[in-house]
T-cell receptor, first 112, second 112 residues
């Protein structure tokens, strides 16, 4: 596709449920990032994938969060046993490796 | 100390004037610097990148980098109401660490 695609665009889930957020990066982009943004806040780094290298998971806030990237393309961010504090916009970005990250439109997650 | 710091604003500038946005960073090995614009409810979009000390101009936008002082700034000339947005500074750690760290953003309002 022409840009980074994220799905779903909105997700409402009950506390304690698991959710999966999907990111389709720009074709050919080797790097993929996940960030989250709470209302009125900056971007909080979650995880970074670069090619076949081990991902940088240093931003994942707890072991309830995990992410994978299959075939160097699509990525899924999974949040287990969601909590209300997980409510935020989850943003995915991809880059051709020149550090210039292009963002998707985000998934707005609401935990009720 | 935060890794990337910005004045949260809001910064109000009259239409037609110059808007000046500042960002400081703590990691001296940082090599790549970016300015993103984020309209309310939208995802960030890249507007400028800068890698070397000095100025880089693109239309009405000028990015300035001073690695010795660890600051990067963005000047917007002939400010327009459409420039009203939150501006995010992002820094790449460099030296093999591709993680992009964002500041919390400066909210800019252009007053007609």
């Amino acid at each position: 596709g022409a840009g980074v695609s994220q799905s779903p665009s909105n997700k409402v889930t009950e506390k304690g449920k698991d959710v999966e957020l999907r990111c389709d990066p720009i074709s050919g982009h080797t790097a993929l990032y996940w960030y989250r943004q709470s209302l009125g806040q900056g971007l909080e780094f979650l995880i970074y994938f670069q090619g076949n290298s081990a991902p940088d998971k240093s931003g994942l806030p707890s072991d309830r969060f995990s992410a994978e990237r299959t075939g160097g393309s699509v990525s899924t961010l999974t949040i287990q046993r969601t909590q209300q504090e997980d409510s935020a916009v989850y943003l995915c970005a991809s880059s051709p490796g020149t550090h210039v990250a292009m963002f998707g439109q985000g998934t707005r997650l609401t935990v009720v | 100390q935060k890794e990337v710091e910005q004045n949260s604003g809001p910064l109000s500038v009259p239409e037609g004037a110059i808007a000046s946005l500042n960002c400081t960073y703590s990691d001296r090995v940082s090599q790549s610097f970016f300015w993103y614009r984020q309209y309310s409810g939208k995802s960030p979009e890249l507007i400028m990148s800068i890698y070397s000390n000095g100025d880089k101009e693109d239309g009405r936008f000028t990015a300035q980098l001073n690695k010795a002082s660890q600051y990067v700034s963005l000047l917007i000339r002939d400010s327009q109401p459409s420039d009203s947005a939150t501006y995010l500074c992002a820094v790449n750690a460099g030296a093999g660490n591709e993680k992009l760290t964002f500041g919390t953003g400066t909210r800019l309002t252009i007053i007609p």
